[in-house]
Structure formats: structure tokens, C-alpha cells
């Protein structure tokens, strides 16, 4: 029996040695141990013994049960390594590069519009949409700028023909549309669907019939910003477009707000900066937005009580702002989407 | 507008501002300096008179001469000179050492090739002189040596453009400026004083040079007109023309030149008619007859329509009212006798006129800002009595003023607190009278609310917070104290289109795409040949400035090939591209404007070789346009899109499609570019791209809040089932036809979780015409672990149902 034993040990010990894969090991553990196991058999050829071999027997089979199960342990586990080694390719090169950097990048004026959104999100202005077509009552009449105004040049507006009829923008009247020349109509359009008191900023494109060269553009971005309350004044407008200018060009910029005009607001001016650190522009004024309190005449045109609330509005041009932060030096790089360009200005 | 800071002291004598002080107050007053000119020789210290005494080669340099020059001291100075055409005896204007030259120009001692020199001859240019740049400046003259050259020359002057708002109508003269400059320095303003006083009537005598001036048109309330019998025409004096000059007008003679100055002084537009032209000796301001046409002073023949106001003899009309005259009536070398106008037009018919014409002048631009109706006879008057000096002749008749002044003075209420109130800071009472005070008005302060009386020179001012702007303005706006933001929290969302384009950019950028920015308008031709003739015609502009932008887009995937075609031929390769951005369609009839999110991905992916991975294909971009419809809060799992049809920009077979702006209120179009279209915009190999237009008011939905929803805990039941279809048969119609069934025969003791397809097969093995769909079905109790039994009973009936009630065999 011992001996029987014994070379079932010693045989399984040889072939364990060859196994390379995991059904082979089953298998050959199948054969050793499996309902007709030779260890098995062994097993079952205890009970045959004669009672006074028996403990000796079971004593040896037990024996030989252990050191089978430790090479069974030990084959799996090199087995799995061998299986856990294929699935490895060759050895990589940490050195070379990775297709998958790096990631996209935003288009700057992008960038740019959300540096100026957050920037007023922190002291609680939210965005605001509008539309790129717009009627002529919301982008000119509506904002105090009558047909006959001298601000309102039909040259400089692109228009849609008489008589189009849009799904989704609606109009006061008859009046023609035109692709808004500025965000302003935002303002409009904001006030008479929500309810003071308000405080948004309007990203968005704007149009004007103008010939493209190194600092127009057909189209162009820019930022409204509206703000109404109750007893609002001009230090108010003042303290918010400093800490917006701070925010964006750092402690150093100097303001200063120069008297101006625009048909929405009364009195308007320009906000000039100047910066130490500005290359070419560096230590002059620079005009960086208009801005003003809302005029009574806009409230009375979207049946606000002129009285009663008071407000401040403000815009300013995304791609000029984008060109004094990065030094670009002509506007239709924005435009032309050179990947060389665009890379520029990953945040 | 041009400023001469030599006229604008006339009425300033105490002015005692430089000029670079005033560039700096201009913008402040509201006035922006567009450009600043030097004309004549600046205040220039040692540069003086010199003489030449010798003049020698220079031993190294073949253009180069020595001279030793007298400069008034007791010894000549050596200076190396470049230039040609002096000899000795000549005098020249010498910048010593230490003399700083228009444009910064430093002179300091030097040495020109080994010769040592002490100074510079200079050129006319050299000393902003107008003359030959390159040769010296021979004083023919012979001043005394070492006389500063300002000695020698009239003074300079200094010529401010500046950016006049159109509100400011009151500033377009010399004499408009300088009432805000006085106000701003609170200096004591002196206008010219007035010689003549004639009579006026309400028509003309018989010794006028006219028999009748009448209007009839509305948009002339005011008109008058002067008659002068006998001037001599000629040159205007040589300070007019120089005046004039210096603003950028061309002399033309006496008469002409005086209403152009006076114009410039006053900011009232003047016209001289010559009598002799005007036929009957009736003067008629109406409207033109349609079609009527004038030849204007600019030589170009007007055709005039109705809505245009002239001013006409019985016969013909002779001025484009308000903006220019004719050559019929021009005062020329011949004429004797004139009748002046000076007048008060609408700004919105000038304005119009101007428009229409396509021409702007000197006197539309002031009547479109309103000129001051009160300054109609002041002008006048100084006209005639420079007319009278200078030309000659006499003021025959009365002058003939016909209507009135449309506007006068106005009184404004305003109470003190209601200025500070605006402001936001503290002022006193009188701080605020006396700045209303130095800008000419007059305040009443007798009751509480004040009365302030605005004179009508400016228009604009005429509500209380016109007043606040004005008291601002000449407070300085410098004065406004730093305060630190205070706000009160307001309860608003970002509206839900900005926040979806940061959202999908930030996406997109994740992918490897690159933002790109386009213009909105393109040219007709691309749009009609990819997209549809009839969608094209909806987009286009009534008004473009160029046929390449002539049309609304109705996608952004143009654009985004454009990007690839530049970047290709730059040598930058090709990488995928996004754009967020509004575009156009039309539907039933109306126009939409959409916000669309589109990306192109070229389909060879930029790999590495040692890089594995799997290229890109239509479910890859099908994905990305799922989770932007994700992203946009709509459920995406759902879509079923479609075989994209009769969509030339897209290859067909190859792309898809989904939503309508009338249902879904978006539509998406997802896989191959035509390759056509890849192919004429000269790109390498295929393109894939995605693009979903959104009604903006998609974004309008509340986004709903998430809430948790309990699963199951016991194990699911999957079944396969593979089912023979046509092969035209989408994927999507199956497997929602064996949804269906498999959810009606699970009963209620159990769920069907979810049917999805996983295998498609087509070829060997299967009939022509057929493909294999495979599909997994998942089943779950909520309730405990299925039995392969319960399942397998419930499968056998599903199997029989699509055997039996539908064109699927199973396979």
C-alpha cells in the first residue's frame, strides 16, 4: 500500500512539473483525485483492509493526501503567474509619447467669455441667452434708439427681408429683423419675462455690415450686463466694473470712467484701464466697455415704473478684451481656427 | 471734428491749459481725442540761427561735409552735415546740443566717421515744417545769428480731432468747445461781438434781392435769409485760409470761405446763394419731386425723391436742404449779390436725406445733431459782418426770418437729493448749483425742487437725470469715490443653454476635439449644393455686404470642414474639431434659430504605432452625439435614429438621424461626410461628424432633480434569441417589436429588464436578401431568484409569438 502510495507522489510530482495550462492541470488533478482517481481508489482500497491496517493505511493515504493538495497549490499558483505573464504585451517604453494627449482645448474667446461670466457669477449675476436674430423694436426701439436716431444706422445693420416670419422669436409689431448689432436686446427681453430685481450677464454673437479687416470682424462676441434695483446709483456701477477689472487684469489696472453716450443709458460713459504691463499698450488709457445707468425711457418701454427702479447696464467686446489679455494682434485669427492658434491658450 | 487750439483761445483768452493737459481732459468732458497735430515749429529750445562759414569734404565719407558754423557765441561749432544744397554765408536753423527735436529727437555731441560734431543742421521736416525733407532749411531772410528759431517762425498750432457723441450737437464749433472747456476750468467765456443789427420781416421789401421765401415742408420750422448787394469776390484773407487749412477744408473764395468759418466758429451751417441764379427771386423750401435731379457741388448728379427737402426757385430745386448745393447756384468769380441762409432742418429728415444719398458733409453732420435754433440769426449776423468786411457791399432789405425757432430754453425740476440720490455720494447743494451754473444754466432754488433752465444750444438736456449726467460730467467723473461691492443675493439660474455649452465643450474637449469659432454668415453656393435649394432661400439676407456672406448658416459643419481643409494645408494635420454655436433652418414656412453643437472627426485617427486601439467609426461618433443629447437633459437611450436620406452632405448607408424641430425640438444627423463634399473641400480621406440643433427653449425645462429608484437584489435570467430579418430591417424596429412581445408574455411575477441586441451576421449560411439579428434578454424578479423553468416557459411562448405573428424567422 505505502509503496503504491508512494509512487502516485512521485509520479504526479514528475508530471506536475509539465503541466503549462489549466485544463491540463484539471485533468491531471482529475486523475489523481477525481471520482476515479488513482488516490481515490486508494481511498475506497482502505475500507477493503483488513480493521487493524486500517488506521495505519488511512495514516499514509492522509499523508499523501497532504503533499498531493501542496503540489496541486503549488502548480496552479505557477500556472496562473505563466497565464497572468501572457497576458502582458512586450515591455513598454515609458518614454514614448501618448496619442491621447493632450485633450482638446477651448477656443480662447471661449475662454475668455466664461473668465468674465464667473467673474460676475461670484457676486451673483447669472447668464442670460438671447437670440443671434433679434427685431428691430427689441434691438433699437425698445432701447430708447428710434428710427431716426443717429445711432441707429441702417448701414451698419444687416437685415432679414420684409415679411419673414420667425418660429421662434417673436416681435412687438411689424417691424422687420435684423441680426442684432449688439446684446442689448437681452436686457429687453430678460426684463419683460422675469421679474425684478436683476442681475444677469448676456454672452453672445453680434453683427454689424462691416468690412473684415485686422480689427473688425462680421461677426463679433460680446457681454451685457444688467443689473436693477431699488435706489442704484453710479458709485455702485463704478465699485462693481473695478472689482470686475481687478479680477481680470490683476491689482494693477487703474479705471477711469469717461462721459460718453448711448441711447439706453443716462448718463453713460466709457470705462478706460490703464495697465503697467500691457506690451505696446502698456501705461495708456485703453477703452475696455460702455457702460451706464439704465435711461427711464428703457424701463417705460418694457412698462417698468421708472420711479420706482433704477438699474445699471454695461457691455463690453469679448474678442477685443481677449486680444489685450493674450497680445493677439489681429482679429481674424480668431476666425480661422489654426490649430497652431488655438493651442495657445490651453487653461 | 477738428479743433484749432489757437481759434479755441480767441473765446478762451484765459485758457491757460497745454495741450497735453487738454488731451487728457477732453475724454472727460466726453469729447475723445482722436489725434493730436502739431502744425508750424513747436516750442523748440536751442535751435537757433546759424551761419556757415565753412563748409569742407569730410576726409572719409564722399556725402558727408564739415562745416564750422556761427551760432551767436564767441567761437563756431563744428557739425557734420548730410545734406546737399548749402554753401557758405547761408543761415540755417542749428539745433545745439541739448535741443530734443519733434519726435524725441535728442541731440547730443557725436562723431560721424572720426569727425567729431556739436550739433545739427536742420531740414523744414526736422522742425515739423512743411518743404523739401531732405535739403537744409535756407533762411533767405538773414535773421540775426542766434536768434531762437520760434524767434523766426509764427507760432505753431495745435489741432485736435476729436470724437464728437451724437448727443452733443451743441459741440461741433470752436465756440461750442470752448463753452465746455469754461465750464470745466470755470473760466469766463468771450464770444464775438456783433457789428451789425439788421431789421427782419416776415418777407422781403422791395430793395431785398428776393420777392418771396416760403416753406413748405414740414421739416423746416425755421428759415432765414439775408440779402448783400455788391461784393467782390476773391481770396479769402490769408488767416481764414490758413484757419481753414489747418481743419481740412479747401478755400474756395471770400464768400464760401466765410460761411465755412463762421460754420466752424458757430456750428451753424450757412449757405450763400448767388441772387443773380435764382430764377423769380423766390426762394421755395419743399419737398423734391420724385425723380427730380441736381447736380451737388461734388460735380455728381442726385436723383432726389420725395421724402429729400430742397430748397428750390420756381423753377428748379438749387439745394439738397442741409447738406449741399448746387453747381446751378453757386457763388462764383462773377457774382455780385448774395442771399445768405442760415436755417434750422430737422435732424431726422437730414438725417434721412444724408442717408439715402449716400453723403455726409460738414452741414448734414451738424443739422443731424441738432443745431441750436438760437444761434440761427447769431451766425447770420457774424456772416454778414465778415461778409461786409471782407467782400464788400451792403446789407440791402430786412432779413427775412420765416417760421421759428422749433425749440427755446427749458426748465427742468430737479430736486438736489434726487442728483445725489444718483450719484450715490455726498455733495452739497451748492456744489451742485455752481457746476449747473459754469455750464451756462440757470438755477432757481427758491422752492425745494429746483428749477433749472437749460438754454437750447443743448438739445439732449431735458429730463432730470439729463441733468444728473451734466453735473457728473463736469463734477468729474475722477470724483466718484472707490466703494466696494455690496449685492443682495438673487435667486436665478444660469439660463440651461450656457450651461449645456459648458458642459459639451468641456465633453468635447475631453474627446480630443478643438473649439472652433466660424463665421454665422456664408456664401449662397455652399449651402445650396449640400443643403437644399428651397432651405437656402430661406436663409438669405435682405442687405449683405458681400455674396461671401450673404446667408444665414443652417449648420456648422461647413465651417468645421474649413477648419480641417486650413489646418490640412498648413502642415498642422488633420484633428477633430468642435463648434457651439446658433444656426439657422426653416420649417413650415417660418424660421428658427437653432442652438446647434457640432464636431467633425476625421476618420484615419491620429494613432501611434506602438499605441493600440480602435479606429474611429459611425457607433463611435453615434455615441458622442447620444451624450450630448445627454447632456442637454433629454433622455438619449431612447433615440431611434434612422437611415439618413436625401441629405447630400451626408453619404448615404453611412449616416443617421434622429428628432424633429416640430416633435423632439432637435434634430441630430450623425455618421460619414459625403465624400464628395470631404473631396471638394480638398480633405484626405473621409471625415465622420455629428451635429444636433436645439430649439433654445429645449434648455428652458427645469432639469428635473434626481431621485432613487430601489433595484433588485436577485440574479437575472438572460435568454438569447437570434432572429432571421430583411436585411433593409433596422436593428431598432426589431428589437423594440421583440420588446414588446417579451413584456406582454412575462406576465406580472416577473420583469423583462432590458432586450438588446448583440450580434449582427450577413452572409454565408444565410438566404439572400436576410441578415441574422441576435438579441439578449434579460429577465429579473424583484421578488427572488428566477427558476430556469419559470423563465424557459416564458421564453418557449415568446419564441412562438414572433414565430407565428411576425415576419421574423427565428434562426
Same mark, same amino acid.
Request: aromatic share 8%; glycine share 6%.
Given at each position: 500500500?505505502?509503496?503504491?502510495?508512494?509512487?502516485?507522489?512521485?509520479?504526479?510530482?514528475?508530471?506536475?512539473?509539465?503541466?503549462?495550462?489549466?485544463? #491540463?492541470?484539471?485533468?491531471?488533478?482529475?486523475?489523481?483525485?477525481?471520482?476515479?482517481?488513482?488516490?481515490?481508489?486508494?481511498?475506497?482500497?482502505?475500507?477493503?483492509?483488513?480493521?487493524?491496517?486500517?488506521?495505519? %493505511?488511512?495514516?499514509?493515504?492522509?499523508?499523501?493526501?497532504?503533499?498531493?493538495? %501542496?503540489?496541486?497549490?503549488?502548480?496552479?499558483?505557477?500556472?496562473?503567474?505563466?497565464?497572468?505573464?501572457?497576458?502582458?504585451?512586450?515591455?513598454?517604453?515609458?518614454?514614448?509619447?501618448?496619442?491621447?494627449?493632450?485633450?482638446?482645448?477651448?477656443?480662447?474667446?471661449?475662454?475668455?467669455?466664461?473668465?468674465?461670466?464667473?467673474?460676475?457669477?461670484?457676486?451673483?449675476?447669472?447668464?442670460?441667452?438671447?437670440?443671434? !436674430?433679434?427685431?428691430?423694436?427689441?434691438?433699437?426701439?425698445?432701447?430708447?434708439?428710434?428710427?431716426?436716431?443717429?445711432?441707429?444706422?441702417?448701414? #451698419?445693420?444687416?437685415?432679414?427681408?420684409?415679411?419673414?416670419?420667425?418660429?421662434?422669436? #417673436?416681435?412687438?409689431?411689424?417691424?422687420?429683423?435684423?441680426?442684432?448689432?449688439?446684446?442689448?436686446?437681452?436686457?429687453?427681453?430678460?426684463?419683460?419675462?422675469?421679474?425684478?430685481?436683476?442681475?444677469?450677464?448676456?454672452?453672445?454673437?453680434?453683427?454689424?455690415?462691416?468690412?473684415?479687416?485686422?480689427?473688425?470682424?462680421?461677426?463679433?462676441?460680446?457681454?451685457?450686463?444688467?443689473?436693477?434695483?431699488?435706489?442704484?446709483?453710479?458709485?455702485?456701477?463704478?465699485?462693481?466694473?473695478?472689482?470686475?477689472?481687478?479680477?481680470?487684469?490683476?491689482?494693477?489696472?487703474?479705471?477711469?470712467?469717461?462721459?460718453?453716450?448711448?441711447?439706453?443709458?443716462?448718463?453713460?460713459?466709457?470705462?478706460?484701464?490703464?495697465?503697467?504691463?500691457?506690451?505696446?499698450?502698456?501705461?495708456?488709457?485703453?477703452?475696455?466697455?460702455?457702460?451706464?445707468?439704465?435711461?427711464?425711457?428703457?424701463?417705460?418701454?418694457?412698462?417698468?415704473?421708472?420711479?420706482?427702479?433704477?438699474?445699471?447696464?454695461?457691455?463690453?467686446?469679448?474678442?477685443?478684451?481677449?486680444?489685450?489679455?493674450?497680445?493677439?494682434?489681429?482679429?481674424?485669427?480668431?476666425?480661422?481656427?489654426?490649430?497652431?492658434?488655438?493651442?495657445?491658450?490651453?487653461? | 471734428?477738428?479743433?484749432?487750439?489757437?481759434?479755441?483761445?480767441?473765446?478762451?483768452?484765459?485758457?491757460?491749459?497745454?495741450?497735453?493737459?487738454?488731451?487728457?481732459?477732453?475724454?472727460?468732458?466726453?469729447?475723445?481725442?482722436?489725434?493730436?497735430?502739431?502744425?508750424?515749429?513747436?516750442?523748440?529750445?536751442?535751435?537757433?540761427?546759424?551761419?556757415?562759414?565753412?563748409?569742407?569734404?569730410?576726409?572719409?565719407?564722399?556725402?558727408?561735409?564739415?562745416?564750422?558754423?556761427?551760432? @551767436?557765441?564767441?567761437?563756431?561749432?563744428?557739425?557734420?552735415?548730410?545734406?546737399?544744397?548749402?554753401?557758405?554765408?547761408?543761415?540755417?536753423?542749428?539745433?545745439?546740443?541739448?535741443?530734443?527735436?519733434?519726435?524725441?529727437?535728442?541731440?547730443?555731441?557725436?562723431?560721424?566717421?572720426?569727425?567729431?560734431?556739436?550739433?545739427?543742421?536742420?531740414?523744414?521736416?526736422? !522742425?515739423?515744417?512743411?518743404?523739401?525733407?531732405?535739403?537744409?532749411?535756407?533762411?533767405?531772410?538773414?535773421?540775426?545769428?542766434?536768434?531762437?528759431?520760434?524767434?523766426?517762425?509764427?507760432? @505753431?498750432?495745435?489741432?485736435?480731432?476729436?470724437?464728437?457723441?451724437?448727443?452733443?450737437?451743441?459741440?461741433?464749433?470752436?465756440?461750442?468747445?470752448?463753452?465746455?472747456?469754461?465750464?470745466?476750468?470755470?473760466?469766463?467765456?468771450?464770444?464775438?461781438?456783433?457789428?451789425?443789427?439788421?431789421?427782419?420781416?416776415?418777407?422781403?421789401?422791395?430793395?431785398?434781392?428776393?420777392?418771396?421765401?416760403?416753406?413748405?415742408?414740414?421739416?423746416?420750422?425755421?428759415?432765414?435769409?439775408?440779402?448783400?448787394?455788391?461784393?467782390?469776390?476773391?481770396?479769402?484773407?490769408?488767416?481764414?485760409?490758413?484757419? !481753414?487749412?489747418?481743419?481740412?477744408?479747401?478755400?474756395?473764395?471770400?464768400?464760401?470761405?466765410?460761411?465755412?468759418?463762421?460754420? !466752424?466758429?458757430?456750428?451753424?451751417?450757412?449757405?450763400?446763394?448767388?441772387?443773380?441764379?435764382?430764377?423769380?427771386?423766390?426762394?421755395?423750401?419743399?419737398?423734391?419731386?420724385?425723380?427730380?435731379?441736381?447736380?451737388?457741388?461734388?460735380?455728381?448728379?442726385?436723383?432726389?425723391?420725395?421724402?429729400?427737402?430742397?430748397?428750390?426757385?420756381?423753377?428748379?430745386?438749387?439745394?439738397?436742404?442741409?447738406?449741399?448745393?448746387?453747381?446751378?447756384?453757386?457763388?462764383?468769380?462773377?457774382?455780385?449779390?448774395?442771399?445768405?441762409?442760415?436755417?434750422?432742418?430737422?435732424?431726422?429728415?437730414?438725417?434721412?436725406?444724408?442717408?439715402?444719398?449716400?453723403?455726409?458733409?460738414?452741414?448734414?453732420?451738424?443739422?443731424?445733431?441738432?443745431?441750436?435754433?438760437?444761434?440761427?440769426?447769431?451766425?447770420?449776423?457774424?456772416?454778414?459782418?465778415?461778409?461786409?468786411?471782407?467782400?464788400?457791399?451792403?446789407?440791402? @432789405?430786412?432779413?427775412?426770418?420765416?417760421?421759428?425757432?422749433?425749440?427755446?430754453?427749458?426748465?427742468?425740476?430737479?430736486?438736489?437729493?434726487?442728483?445725489?440720490?444718483?450719484?450715490?455720494?455726498?455733495?452739497?447743494?451748492?456744489?451742485?448749483?455752481?457746476?449747473?451754473?459754469?455750464?451756462?444754466?440757470?438755477?432757481?432754488?427758491?422752492?425745494?425742487?429746483?428749477?433749472?433752465?437749460?438754454?437750447?444750444?443743448?438739445?439732449?438736456?431735458?429730463?432730470?437725470?439729463?441733468?444728473?449726467?451734466?453735473?457728473?460730467?463736469?463734477?468729474?467723473?475722477?470724483?466718484?469715490?472707490?466703494?466696494?461691492?455690496?449685492?443682495?443675493?438673487?435667486?436665478?439660474?444660469?439660463?440651461?443653454?450656457?450651461?449645456?455649452?459648458?458642459?459639451?465643450?468641456?465633453?468635447?474637449?475631453?474627446?480630443?476635439?478643438?473649439?472652433?469659432?466660424?463665421?454665422?454668415?456664408? #456664401?449662397?453656393?455652399?449651402?445650396?449644393?449640400?443643403?437644399?435649394?428651397?432651405?437656402?432661400?430661406?436663409?438669405?439676407?435682405?442687405?449683405?455686404?458681400?455674396?461671401?456672406?450673404?446667408?444665414?448658416?443652417?449648420?456648422?459643419?461647413?465651417?468645421?470642414?474649413?477648419?480641417?481643409?486650413?489646418?490640412?494645408?498648413?502642415?498642422?494635420?488633420?484633428?477633430?474639431?468642435?463648434?457651439? @454655436?446658433?444656426?439657422?433652418?426653416?420649417?413650415?414656412?417660418?424660421?428658427?434659430?437653432?442652438?446647434?453643437?457640432?464636431?467633425?472627426?476625421?476618420?484615419?485617427?491620429?494613432?501611434?504605432?506602438?499605441?493600440?486601439?480602435?479606429?474611429?467609426?459611425?457607433?463611435?461618433?453615434?455615441?458622442?452625439?447620444?451624450?450630448?443629447?445627454?447632456?442637454?437633459?433629454?433622455?438619449?437611450?431612447?433615440?431611434?435614429?434612422?437611415?439618413?436620406?436625401?441629405?447630400?452632405?451626408?453619404?448615404?448607408?453611412?449616416?443617421?438621424?434622429?428628432?424633429?424641430?416640430?416633435?423632439?425640438?432637435?434634430?441630430?444627423?450623425?455618421?460619414?461626410?459625403?465624400?464628395?463634399?470631404?473631396?471638394?473641400?480638398?480633405?484626405?480621406?473621409?471625415?465622420?461628424?455629428?451635429?444636433?440643433?436645439?430649439?433654445?427653449?429645449?434648455?428652458?425645462?427645469?432639469?428635473?432633480?434626481?431621485?432613487?429608484?430601489?433595484?433588485?437584489?436577485?440574479?437575472?435570467?438572460?435568454?438569447?434569441?437570434?432572429?432571421?430579418?430583411?436585411?433593409?430591417?433596422?436593428?431598432?424596429?426589431?428589437?423594440?417589436?421583440?420588446?414588446?412581445?417579451?413584456?406582454?408574455?412575462?406576465?406580472?411575477?416577473?420583469?423583462?429588464?432590458?432586450?438588446?441586441?448583440?450580434?449582427?451576421?450577413?452572409?454565408?449560411?444565410?438566404?439572400?436578401?436576410?441578415?441574422?439579428?441576435?438579441?439578449?434578454?434579460?429577465?429579473?424578479?424583484?421578488?427572488?431568484?428566477?427558476?430556469?423553468?419559470?423563465?424557459?416557459?416564458?421564453?418557449?411562448?415568446?419564441?412562438?409569438?414572433?414565430?407565428?405573428?411576425?415576419?421574423?424567422?427565428?434562426?
Amino acid at each position: 500500500m505505502e509503496e503504491k502510495l508512494q509512487a502516485i507522489l512521485e509520479a504526479a510530482s514528475k508530471e506536475a512539473v509539465e503541466l503549462n495550462a489549466r485544463p #491540463d492541470f484539471e485533468a491531471f488533478k482529475a486523475r489523481l483525485v477525481g471520482p476515479h482517481g488513482s488516490l481515490t481508489d486508494c481511498v475506497k482500497s482502505v475500507g477493503k483492509l483488513p480493521k487493524e491496517e486500517r488506521p495505519l %493505511a488511512g495514516k499514509a493515504v492522509n499523508q499523501i493526501k497532504k503533499a498531493l493538495e %501542496a503540489l496541486f497549490t503549488e502548480t496552479l499558483q505557477r500556472i496562473e503567474t505563466a497565464e497572468m505573464q501572457a497576458l502582458l504585451g512586450p515591455a513598454v517604453d515609458p518614454s514614448l509619447p501618448s496619442a491621447h494627449f493632450p485633450a482638446g482645448t477651448r477656443h480662447p474667446l471661449s475662454q475668455v467669455r466664461d473668465a468674465i461670466s464667473e467673474i460676475f457669477r461670484k457676486i451673483g449675476f447669472t447668464i442670460a441667452e438671447g437670440s443671434e !436674430l433679434e427685431s428691430e423694436w427689441y434691438c433699437f426701439d425698445a432701447l430708447n434708439t428710434p428710427d431716426d436716431h443717429p445711432a441707429r444706422d441702417e448701414q #451698419d445693420t444687416l437685415f432679414l427681408p420684409e415679411g419673414l416670419v420667425m418660429g421662434n422669436v #417673436d416681435k412687438k409689431a411689424d417691424e422687420r429683423y435684423v441680426m442684432r448689432t449688439h446684446t442689448s436686446p437681452v436686457q429687453i427681453r430678460t426684463l419683460l419675462k422675469e421679474e425684478p430685481p436683476l442681475r444677469i450677464v448676456a454672452p453672445g454673437r453680434a453683427f454689424r455690415r462691416d468690412t473684415v479687416d485686422a480689427t473688425h470682424s462680421a461677426n463679433f462676441h460680446q457681454i451685457e450686463g444688467l443689473y436693477v434695483e431699488k435706489d442704484c446709483n453710479v458709485t455702485d456701477l463704478k465699485a462693481v466694473l473695478d472689482y470686475f477689472l481687478q479680477e481680470l487684469f490683476g491689482s494693477e489696472v487703474q479705471t477711469r470712467l469717461r462721459p460718453s453716450f448711448f441711447p439706453f443709458t443716462e448718463p453713460s460713459f466709457e470705462l478706460d484701464m490703464k495697465l503697467p504691463n500691457l506690451g505696446k499698450l502698456s501705461d495708456q488709457w485703453i477703452e475696455v466697455m460702455g457702460c451706464g445707468m439704465v435711461d427711464p425711457e428703457v424701463f417705460k418701454s418694457v412698462g417698468y415704473d421708472p420711479e420706482a427702479w433704477s438699474g445699471y447696464a454695461f457691455g463690453m467686446g469679448i474678442e477685443r478684451l481677449a486680444m489685450l489679455l493674450y497680445g493677439v494682434d489681429d482679429i481674424r485669427y480668431f476666425y480661422q481656427n489654426d490649430l497652431r492658434f488655438l493651442r495657445q491658450f490651453t487653461s | 471734428m477738428k479743433i484749432s487750439l489757437s481759434w479755441l483761445k480767441k473765446y478762451l483768452p484765459s485758457l491757460e491749459a497745454t495741450p497735453d493737459q487738454l488731451e487728457e481732459v477732453f475724454p472727460l468732458m466726453g469729447l475723445e481725442v482722436e489725434s493730436v497735430e502739431t502744425t508750424g515749429i513747436p516750442q523748440l529750445d536751442n535751435v537757433v540761427v546759424g551761419e556757415i562759414l565753412t563748409r569742407d569734404q569730410h576726409p572719409d565719407a564722399d556725402r558727408l561735409s564739415v562745416c564750422q558754423v556761427s551760432v @551767436g557765441g564767441a567761437e563756431p561749432v563744428q557739425i557734420v552735415c548730410g545734406a546737399q544744397n548749402h554753401k557758405v554765408g547761408d543761415r540755417v536753423p542749428v539745433a545745439l546740443v541739448g535741443a530734443v527735436l519733434p519726435g524725441d529727437f535728442k541731440i547730443k555731441p557725436s562723431k560721424l566717421r572720426g569727425v567729431p560734431s556739436a550739433g545739427m543742421m536742420c531740414s523744414p521736416s526736422e !522742425l515739423n515744417l512743411p518743404g523739401e525733407p531732405k535739403g537744409l532749411l535756407i533762411l533767405e531772410d538773414k535773421p540775426e545769428i542766434g536768434t531762437p528759431i520760434n524767434s523766426v517762425f509764427a507760432e @505753431g498750432d495745435i489741432v485736435f480731432d476729436l470724437e464728437v457723441t451724437p448727443n452733443r450737437g451743441d459741440s461741433l464749433s470752436h465756440i461750442g468747445v470752448a463753452r465746455d472747456l469754461a465750464a470745466w476750468y470755470d473760466l469766463q467765456l468771450v464770444l464775438p461781438e456783433l457789428t451789425c443789427d439788421p431789421e427782419t420781416a416776415a418777407q422781403p421789401t422791395a430793395e431785398s434781392l428776393l420777392k418771396e421765401v416760403r416753406i413748405d415742408a414740414a421739416a423746416c420750422p425755421y428759415y432765414t435769409a439775408w440779402s448783400i448787394q455788391g461784393v467782390k469776390l476773391g481770396p479769402s484773407p490769408d488767416w481764414m485760409q490758413a484757419d !481753414l487749412q489747418a481743419l481740412g477744408l479747401r478755400p474756395i473764395n471770400n464768400v464760401v470761405d466765410i460761411t465755412n468759418w463762421v460754420m !466752424l466758429e458757430c456750428g451753424q451751417p450757412l449757405h450763400a446763394f448767388d441772387s443773380a441764379k435764382i430764377q423769380e427771386q423766390t426762394l421755395l423750401i419743399r419737398q423734391a419731386t420724385k425723380g427730380e435731379k441736381l447736380t451737388t457741388l461734388d460735380e455728381k448728379e442726385r436723383t432726389l425723391s420725395e421724402d429729400m427737402m430742397v430748397i428750390a426757385d420756381k423753377n428748379r430745386s438749387l439745394v439738397v436742404a442741409g447738406v449741399m448745393g448746387s453747381l446751378d447756384a453757386e457763388v462764383d468769380d462773377n457774382t455780385q449779390d448774395i442771399v445768405l441762409e442760415s436755417a434750422y432742418f430737422n435732424p431726422g429728415s437730414i438725417r434721412k436725406t444724408s442717408r439715402s444719398l449716400i453723403l455726409s458733409t460738414d452741414s448734414s453732420y451738424r443739422f443731424v445733431r441738432d443745431v441750436d435754433p438760437a444761434g440761427v440769426v447769431f451766425a447770420a449776423r457774424r456772416a454778414i459782418d465778415l461778409i461786409l468786411e471782407i467782400a464788400g457791399g451792403k446789407l440791402v @432789405g430786412p432779413g427775412v426770418i420765416v417760421g421759428g425757432a422749433p425749440r427755446a430754453d427749458r426748465v427742468i425740476s430737479v430736486t438736489p437729493n434726487f442728483i445725489q440720490k444718483k450719484c450715490g455720494f455726498a455733495i452739497s447743494e451748492e456744489q451742485v448749483q455752481a457746476t449747473f451754473e459754469r455750464l451756462g444754466f440757470t438755477v432757481d432754488t427758491s422752492a425745494e425742487a429746483w428749477q433749472v433752465t437749460v438754454p437750447s444750444f443743448r438739445s439732449e438736456v431735458d429730463r432730470p437725470i439729463d441733468l444728473v449726467e451734466e453735473f457728473l460730467r463736469i463734477y468729474g467723473t475722477a470724483n466718484i469715490p472707490k466703494t466696494d461691492v455690496s449685492l443682495r443675493a438673487i435667486h436665478r439660474r444660469n439660463d440651461g443653454l450656457a450651461n449645456f455649452n459648458t458642459k459639451a465643450s468641456e465633453y468635447l474637449c475631453g474627446q480630443h476635439f478643438n473649439e472652433c469659432y466660424h463665421y454665422s454668415l456664408r #456664401d449662397e453656393d455652399t449651402f445650396t449644393k449640400w443643403y437644399s435649394k428651397a432651405l437656402t432661400q430661406g436663409l438669405a439676407l435682405a442687405n449683405p455686404l458681400t455674396s461671401e456672406q450673404s446667408h444665414l448658416r443652417p449648420s456648422l459643419i461647413p465651417g468645421l470642414l474649413d477648419a480641417l481643409k486650413l489646418n490640412n494645408s498648413r502642415g498642422n494635420g488633420l484633428s477633430p474639431f468642435f463648434e457651439l @454655436g446658433r444656426t439657422f433652418t426653416v420649417h413650415s414656412g417660418k424660421l428658427y434659430e437653432c442652438a446647434s453643437v457640432a464636431f467633425v472627426l476625421p476618420a484615419e485617427a491620429e494613432q501611434l504605432p506602438w499605441q493600440s486601439g480602435s479606429g474611429n467609426d459611425f457607433y463611435k461618433v453615434k455615441g458622442l452625439v447620444q451624450q450630448l443629447v445627454n447632456l442637454a437633459g433629454l433622455k438619449a437611450d431612447r433615440l431611434f435614429f434612422e437611415s439618413c436620406k436625401d441629405a447630400p452632405a451626408w453619404e448615404e448607408s453611412h449616416a443617421g438621424t434622429v428628432g424633429s424641430i416640430a416633435r423632439e425640438q432637435f434634430t441630430a444627423q450623425v455618421g460619414l461626410v459625403s465624400l464628395q463634399m470631404t473631396k471638394d473641400w480638398d480633405i484626405p480621406g473621409p471625415v465622420f461628424a455629428g451635429e444636433i440643433s436645439f430649439l433654445p427653449r429645449v434648455f428652458e425645462r427645469a432639469a428635473k432633480a434626481s431621485k432613487f429608484s430601489a433595484f433588485s437584489l436577485y440574479p437575472p435570467v438572460t435568454k438569447d434569441l437570434a432572429l432571421l430579418v430583411s436585411e433593409s430591417s433596422l436593428a431598432e424596429t426589431v428589437r423594440k417589436d421583440l420588446a414588446k412581445v417579451a413584456r406582454e408574455h412575462v406576465g406580472k411575477s416577473f420583469n423583462v429588464e432590458a432586450v438588446s441586441a448583440f450580434d449582427v451576421y450577413q452572409g454565408k449560411g444565410l438566404p439572400e436578401g436576410k441578415k441574422s439579428l441576435a438579441f439578449r434578454i434579460h429577465f429579473r424578479s424583484n421578488e427572488k431568484t428566477l427558476t430556469d423553468n419559470e423563465v424557459g416557459t416564458v421564453f418557449d411562448n415568446i419564441q412562438q409569438v414572433i414565430k407565428e405573428k411576425t415576419d421574423y424567422a427565428i434562426r
